[in-house]
């Protein structure tokens, strides 16, 4: 939560979370499926919000869920949230319940959804033809990408940024997409980028590319 809250005062356009869902089925905000890198044990699929919540997050900070998160900036800063899954599969009710969680609140047009799973994107667009669509793009899986963003009726890829070339900026441009860059934190390289006329970029500087821009 000191994160997004110094997001916005460093001026950021938008805050990008990762979504995960609990085994007793709270959505909570946090980077990775599995609980190591947070000195837990096993995956947030199999642990409930307690197990979750008494993880140390960083400078003893807790995760949050999202609801905690919107009702904290939903209305101070616009959210792209991102969809995740465990390492069995997608988390079982995700989508419509992220959904559920925004529309409630009167967000749901200045949210992004996004992810780099197809059948994740797919429950998306099914629950919602209002829902605002990114679809992710690895260096690892290139091939098709306009194709799935047609698919899903988007309104932006989210290149990594080795992908995010002169050509690809235009081809997605031509087919009427915004071009969103992960995740750069270089100067030069941001400068680069807004040359080349991408759209966004993803930073864990925010202040740098407010610098840059001016």
Do not use: C
Not at 2 to 10: G, H, M, R
């Amino acid at each position: 939560m000191p994160a997004y809250e110094l997001a916005v005062t460093q001026r950021a356009d938008m805050i990008e979370v990762d979504l995960h869902r609990t085994r007793d089925g709270v959505i909570v905000v946090t980077h990775d499926e599995l609980l190591a890198g947070l000195g837990g044990k096993g995956e947030i699929a199999d642990a409930d919000l307690a197990t979750v919540r008494a993880l140390d997050a960083g400078l003893g900070e807790r995760i949050p869920t999202l609801d905690e998160v919107l009702d904290r900036f939903g209305e101070r800063i616009p959210f792209n949230l991102e969809l995740k899954r465990g390492t069995r599969g997608p988390y079982p009710g995700l989508e419509a319940q992220s959904l559920a969680a925004v529309a409630s609140r009167g967000l749901l047009a200045r949210t992004l959804f996004s992810s780099f799973h197809d059948p994740v994107l797919e429950a998306l667009r099914a629950e919602s033809g209002d829902a605002r669509i990114g679809v992710l793009v690895s260096a690892r899986a290139a091939q098709g990408w306009v194709e799935r963003a047609r698919r899903f009726a988007a309104e932006a890829v989210h290149l990594s940024a080795v992908l995010a070339t002169q050509e690809n900026v235009e081809r997605a441009h031509a087919e009427g997409l915004a071009v969103h860059v992960y995740t750069v934190d270089d100067v030069p390289q941001m400068r680069t980028l807004l040359e080349r006329g991408v759209d966004g970029i993803f930073t864990n500087y925010p202040d740098r590319l407010r610098a840059l821009l001016g």
